[in-house]
C-alpha cells in the first residue's frame, strides 16, 4: 500500500501570501489529521477532518484553515503568512481517527516565510 | 490541557550501551505512543502501548506503560548507530499530544 502522501515538499513564501498544502491518504483511511512542528513549539496538532468534516482543532487562530473531500484527500490553507508560520506540516492519516489508532504520517511540507 | 514530558531532550551514547527515555503525562490517557522521526523525514510508528504494564519489544528497543505513575519508558538495548534520530511519545485525548522528543545520537 502507498504511504501518505503530501505535496508541495517545500515552499517559500512571503509575509501577507496564502499557501495551500495537499495531503493524500494511506488507501482506505477516511481520517487526516494536520500538525505543525517546530523547533520550538515541536509537534502541534491544527485539526483532524473524518469523512468531510472537522472533527477537532487545535489552539491555533482561524488563519489556518481545512477540508476533507470525498476521496479523503485534505488540503490545509494558511492565509495572511507571518513569518512564524515557518515550520514542517505533516499530515497523518488513520482508518477511522478518534485518537483510537495509529497514525501515519507523511514525508511533509517544509514551508519558509520570508 | 494534557502535558507531555520527554528526558532527557538530547541523549548522546555510545555504541554498546544501554539507556531509557521517559515520557511523563499529566493526566489519564487510553493509549501511549513512540514514534522515531529521522533528520528531514517524518515520523514512523514504533509501539503503542494500551493498558497498564503492557511492553512491547522490536530488537534493540523495549516500551513499557505505567498508567498509575503516568510514566512511559523507552529502552535502547546494545546501542547502535541506526538508532540514532529524534525519538516521541504522544499520549492520546481529544487529540494526539506529543512530548518534546528526545534527540537520541549513537557514537561508535
Known amino acids: 500500500k502507498a504511504g501518505v502522501t503530501q505535496t508541495p515538499r517545500y515552499l517559500i513564501k512571503t509575509r501577507g501570501q496564502q499557501v495551500t498544502l495537499s495531503c493524500s491518504p494511506i488507501?482506505?483511511?477516511?481520517?487526516v489529521s494536520w500538525y505543525q512542528q517546530t523547533p520550538g513549539q515541536g509537534l502541534q496538532f491544527l485539526f483532524e477532518?473524518?469523512?468531510?468534516?472537522?472533527?477537532n482543532k487545535g489552539n491555533f487562530p482561524g488563519r489556518f484553515s481545512g477540508r476533507q473531500f470525498s476521496n479523503s484527500r485534505s488540503e490545509m490553507n494558511v492565509s495572511t503568512l507571518e513569518l512564524g508560520d515557518s515550520a514542517l506540516y505533516l499530515c497523518?492519516?488513520?482508518?477511522?481517527?478518534?485518537?483510537?489508532?495509529?497514525?501515519?504520517f507523511g514525508p511533509g511540507t517544509r514551508l519558509l516565510v520570508l | 490541557e494534557l502535558k507531555v514530558e520527554q528526558n532527557p531532550l538530547f541523549l548522546s551514547m555510545q555504541e554498546g550501551k544501554n539507556y531509557t527515555i521517559y515520557c511523563n503525562y499529566s493526566?489519564?490517557?487510553?493509549?501511549l505512543y513512540w514514534y522515531r522521526q529521522d533528520p528531514g523525514k517524518s515520523l514512523e510508528s514504533l509501539f503503542v502501548?494500551?493498558?497498564?504494564?503492557a511492553v512491547k519489544q522490536e530488537g534493540r528497543l523495549m516500551a513499557s506503560l505505567d498508567t498509575k505513575a503516568r510514566l512511559s519508558t523507552l529502552h535502547i538495548t546494545a546501542a547502535v548507530h541506526d538508532l540514532s534520530a529524534t525519538y516521541f511519545c504522544a499520549v492520546t485525548g481529544n487529540q494526539f499530544y506529543f512530548g518534546t522528543g528526545t534527540s537520541l545520537t549513537v557514537i561508535p
Open positions: 502501548l494500551l493498558s497498564n504494564g
Open positions: 493526566t489519564t490517557s487510553d493509549r
Open positions: 488507501s482506505g483511511h477516511r481520517s
Open positions: 497523518a492519516s488513520s482508518p477511522f481517527g478518534g485518537n483510537q489508532e495509529t497514525q501515519y
Open positions: 477532518y473524518f469523512s468531510e468534516t472537522q472533527r
